[in-house]
């Protein structure tokens, strides 16, 4: 993945270089790659050929570098540092990092649309797998929860609202990425179903973690700003440490028994559920 995601933009050097730079720099980045990952291992378990699947699953990640970028800028969470360097606003500019930003949203959905095509479906077209992705994002998925994560007061959050935000801010896209998986493998509705609630405990878990590390983490450990959320309501501060820890255990506790069905298919994604509960960064 990471050989093939600078091979699917514009060369950096290509006009207008500053963008085409500033998409290179916030796609290459020492990420974790647990959005495509998901993709790719679910495709697989429902007998996708993973070579045929790469480049739906770097669209992922695009959508992910996205949305990343457009976090950090001053109007938002306004950080300095993500994966372990300044944030794209900082060595790019404002202009350039929002400029950038729309067109690797762009990229993903030209990506998969290509991608879709490429693939022998019966359950499942180009259109389908664009608009799965394209609902994910908007208003009432990615674009929507970190509306409310922006605009809500702490007075107003309590723990239902809370898990609404991030349930959109960051679930919307693991659920996408899996189901995406799923469609890309023609695997059978009640399949896609399975994964979406697998994803969906996975995302909140996942957060949660992300809430943990930026108490109890270090930059140099993380790569990213540390005690950013300290404005904000998170699971930690509802929760205290150990209760974020429960719900985060619980959570993923109900990701790995739906994936009962599987049987030892399955064993891909319990590992990544074990990599959320476990990580460090």
């Not at 790469?54 to 949305?67: K, T």
């Not at 998925?141 to 609404?164: M, T, W």
Request: contains cysteine; aromatic residues 4%; charged residues 25%.
């Amino acid at each position: 993945m990471d050989r093939r995601l600078p091979e699917l933009l514009p060369l950096a050097g290509q006009r207008p270089e500053q963008v085409h730079g500033a998409m290179h720099y916030a796609l290459t980045g020492a990420g974790k790659r647990v959005r495509p990952v998901l993709t790719l291992a679910v495709a697989e378990i429902f007998g996708a050929r993973p070579d045929a699947v790469l480049d739906l699953a770097c669209a992922v990640e695009m959508v992910h570098a996205c949305s990343l970028v457009l976090d950090d800028l001053p109007s938002m969470d306004d950080a300095r540092m993500r994966r372990g360097r300044p944030t794209v606003h900082l060595a790019f500019g404002e202009n350039v990092a929002l400029l950038a930003a729309l067109a690797l949203l762009n990229r993903a959905y030209s990506l998969v649309a290509e991608s879709a095509h490429g693939l022998a479906l019966k359950r499942y077209g180009s259109e389908d797998m664009v608009h799965h992705l394209a609902a994910a994002i908007g208003s009432e998925g990615l674009i929507g929860g970190q509306a409310l994560d922006l605009l809500a007061r702490p007075g107003d959050l309590d723990l239902e609202l809370l898990e609404y935000i991030h349930s959109h801010k960051t679930g919307a896209l693991f659920m996408a990425a899996g189901e995406l998986g799923a469609m890309a493998a023609d695997a059978r509705r009640r399949d896609l179903e399975l994964i979406a609630r697998y994803a969906k405990n996975l995302g909140l878990a996942f957060q949660i973690a992300d809430d943990l590390l930026d108490v109890l983490g270090t930059a140099e450990v993380t790569g990213k700003d540390v005690l950013k959320d300290e404005a904000k309501v998170t699971f930690v501060k509802l929760l205290g440490v150990a209760g974020a820890r429960s719900l985060a255990a619980e959570l993923l506790g109900f990701a790995v028994d739906s994936l009962s069905p599987l049987g030892r298919k399955g064993d891909p994604l319990r590992a990544l559920a074990s990599f959320v509960q476990h990580r460090t960064r």
